[in-house]
C-alpha cells in the first residue's frame, strides 16, 4: 500500500463496513499497495499445490509441519481451542519455514521490486501468522511493514479491510484465494496472483475490474 492517510488503527465495524460501495480509481503515486496472503486452510493438499500463494501462506508452514513432525499434528484439537489466529501460531512455531526455499510468484516479484525502486512503500497484508510473515518479508527485503495474525486476531477478510482502512484510509491490494474478495472489491486497483477458481468466478460475478494478472 501506499499511506495517503496514515492514522490510528480506529475505523468502521462490519456492518458499517458492508454498507460501503466498492470504489475503483486509477492509481496515484502516493497510493498504498498491500500484497496479500492465502487463508484456505481446508483446501486439500492437492487443490493448493495447484493454486499456490503469491508469497506465503498458512498452508506452507502446516505442511512444512506434517513433513518434519506429523505427530505434532496430534496437538492440533487443542490448539483449535485459541481459534483460527492461535492455530497459525502454534504452527508457525513449530513449521520452521526457510523462506528462501517457498516458491514464490516470479512475475509478482519483479513487479514489487520496481515498485520498489519507484519509492513505493509496500506492505505485506496476510492472513498468515506474524512469525512467518516477517520472515518473508526480511527475506524479500521489499516491504515497509507486515500485518498478520497474530496469535489473538485471525487478520483476514473484514477484519484485514479494517485494518487497511484505519492504516491507510486508501489502498491497492494483491490477492489470490475466495478470502479475498472484499479486499479487492473495496481497493482502488485489484490485482490478483495465482488466483484460486474461486477467486476468479467471485470477480467475474461481482464485475469487479482486475487492474494486473500475476500467473
Not at 14 to 36: A, I, L, V
Not at 106 to 114: C, G, I, K, Q, Y
Request: charged share 30%.
Amino acid at each position: 500500500p501506499f499511506d495517503r492517510h496514515p492514522d490510528n488503527e480506529i475505523g468502521k465495524t462490519e456492518t458499517e463496513q458492508q454498507t460501503d460501495e466498492p470504489r475503483h480509481k486509477k492509481r496515484g503515486p502516493n497510493d498504498e499497495h498491500c500484497s496479500g496472503g492465502d487463508d484456505e486452510l481446508d483446501h486439500r493438499r492437492e487443490h493448493i499445490l495447484r493454486q499456490r500463494p503469491a508469497l506465503a501462506g498458512p498452508a506452507d508452514a502446516l505442511f512444512e509441519l506434517l513433513r518434519r513432525n506429523p505427530r505434532a499434528l496430534l496437538r492440533a484439537p487443542l490448539w483449535l481451542r485459541g481459534g483460527r489466529a492461535g492455530f497459525k501460531r502454534q504452527v508457525a512455531n513449530r513449521a520452521q519455514l526457510d523462506p528462501a526455499h517457498l516458491p514464490y510468484n516470479t512475475e509478482l516479484l519483479r513487479f514489487l521490486h520496481a515498485e520498489h525502486i519507484r519509492g513505493r512503500d509496500l506492505y505485506l497484508a496476510t492472513g498468515a501468522d506474524s512469525e512467518l510473515a516477517e520472515r518473508v518479508a526480511a527475506h524479500l527485503g521489499l516491504f515497509h511493514g507486515v500485518l498478520a495474525s497474530d496469535g489473538q486476531t485471525n487478520l483476514t477478510r473484514e477484519r484485514k479491510l479494517d485494518r487497511l482502512r484505519r492504516r491507510f484510509g486508501e489502498f491497492d491490494y494483491v490477492g489470490n484465494s475466495r478470502a479475498d474478495l472484499v479486499l479487492l472489491a473495496h481497493a482502488h486497483q485489484a490485482m490478483v496472483a495465482n488466483p484460486t477458481l474461486g477467486l476468479r468466478l467471485a470477480l467475474r460475478a461481482r464485475r469487479i475490474p482486475v487492474a494486473h494478472r500475476f500467473l
